[in-house]
Every structure is written in structure tokens, then in C-alpha cells.
């Protein structure tokens, strides 16, 4: 496989600069989403590079360093749990990769999306489905945005420990849901993620 093949394709069409754009965190009860965007040598090999959701936790944390040694240039933006609750989770979901991508130092002609949905960029874009384990540059950014949020989950943790999120990152497992019904949400529970778990006041 060709990690490059679409980075190739915008590079024969003239695009010089490309970068990949990928969220972390659309599904949790709780947390900000985050976004990354990553522009990548042309042709760089960084060994065991893949989707985020294919990798184990300790290897993406090694590819996380790698790829920010190696980038051109990176960017990690989000958007916050009320932000989501006021205009919802794919809009909020674009607002953090128009963040990610308006953050980078090195201003790209051409960005790559996962997915099938097309965010407001200030760029030109094209959106790739399943493009995280089909791009390079996408792949990068599904690891910059995954370890980015967990690593602010775990912080989080810390200030919440009886959610125990450090465990489950804000997602709506059987732990996760229990400990929501015997203490109530906390300030960084989306709370229109919480309607069908605990009624429609999300307390």
C-alpha cells in the first residue's frame, strides 16, 4: 500500500503543500472533540504509522512524539463540551478541525479529510472516507488528535476521579455509565449526550 497515493495524486494536480485533517472524540459523554493537522515530508517513512483506533495506546504514544519531530508543521485544536452542546457535535467536530488546521505555522494549499463530511476551511479541501488508514498525512493527525485528548482526559481525571475517566476516556462505557447515575454529571459531560442515560434535564 501506498501511504502517499493521495498526497501524490494532489501533488500531480499542483498542490505543493498538503496536510491531513482527523477528529478524536465525536462518540464520548464527556470532553471536548479534538482535531489535528499535520503536514508531512513528502514520501517521510515513520515505521507503524496507521489509523489511531488500530494502534495501542503505548504505540501511539511513540508515534506521537515521531510525528511531531518529523512534521512539517502540526496543529492541534478542539472544541469544548459546551461548544458542543450549543451547535452540536459535527458542527462542533468541523469547528475544531478548522481550528486545527487555521493553527498551523506553515499555511497549506490543499487539505485531506477523513471522512465524508466537508468542514468550513479557510483552504481548499478534499474529503477522503476511511481516510485514516489510507493517507499518510491523515493517518498522523488521527494519532495527534487521539493522544491529545486522552492525555487531557487523564488530566481531567484528576480534578474528576470518581468518573474514573482516565479508564475510559469520556466514552460511554458500563463504568463510565454507572459512576454518571451514582454521582450525576460534572462540568465536562456533554450534556445532550446524557438525555437517553439520565432523562432529559442531564442531571
Not at 88 to 114: E, H, S, W, Y
Not at 120 to 137: E, F, N, R
Request: hydrophobic fraction near 40%.
Amino acid at each position: 500500500m501506498d501511504w502517499f497515493a493521495y498526497e501524490k495524486m494532489a501533488r500531480e494536480k499542483g498542490y505543493s503543500t498538503v496536510c491531513g485533517i482527523d477528529e478524536a472524540g465525536r462518540g464520548p459523554l464527556a470532553g471536548p472533540v479534538f482535531a489535528a493537522a499535520v503536514i508531512l515530508p513528502y514520501g517521510t517513512s515513520i515505521e507503524g504509522l496507521n489509523d489511531s483506533k488500530k494502534l495501542s495506546e503505548a504505540k501511539r504514544e511513540t508515534l506521537f512524539e515521531i510525528i511531531k519531530e518529523k512534521a512539517v508543521s502540526y496543529s492541534v485544536g478542539f472544541a469544548t463540551e459546551a461548544e458542543i452542546d450549543e451547535i452540536n457535535i459535527l458542527q462542533a467536530t468541523f469547528l475544531a478541525m478548522k481550528r486545527a488546521c487555521d493553527g498551523l505555522d506553515v499555511r497549506p494549499d490543499l487539505a485531506l479529510v477523513d471522512g465524508n463530511r466537508m468542514p468550513c476551511l479557510s483552504v481548499k479541501a478534499h474529503t477522503i472516507v476511511k481516510g485514516d488508514s489510507l493517507s499518510a498525512s491523515i493517518a498522523a493527525a488521527s494519532i495527534l488528535a487521539k493522544v491529545s485528548r486522552d492525555r487531557l482526559m487523564v488530566e481531567i481525571n484528576r480534578i474528576y476521579p470518581q468518573y474514573q475517566f482516565a479508564k475510559h476516556k469520556g466514552y460511554g462505557t458500563a463504568l463510565h455509565i454507572a459512576r454518571l447515575k451514582e454521582y450525576g454529571p460534572c462540568p465536562v459531560h456533554r450534556k445532550t449526550f446524557l438525555k437517553k442515560i439520565l432523562g432529559d434535564t442531564g442531571s
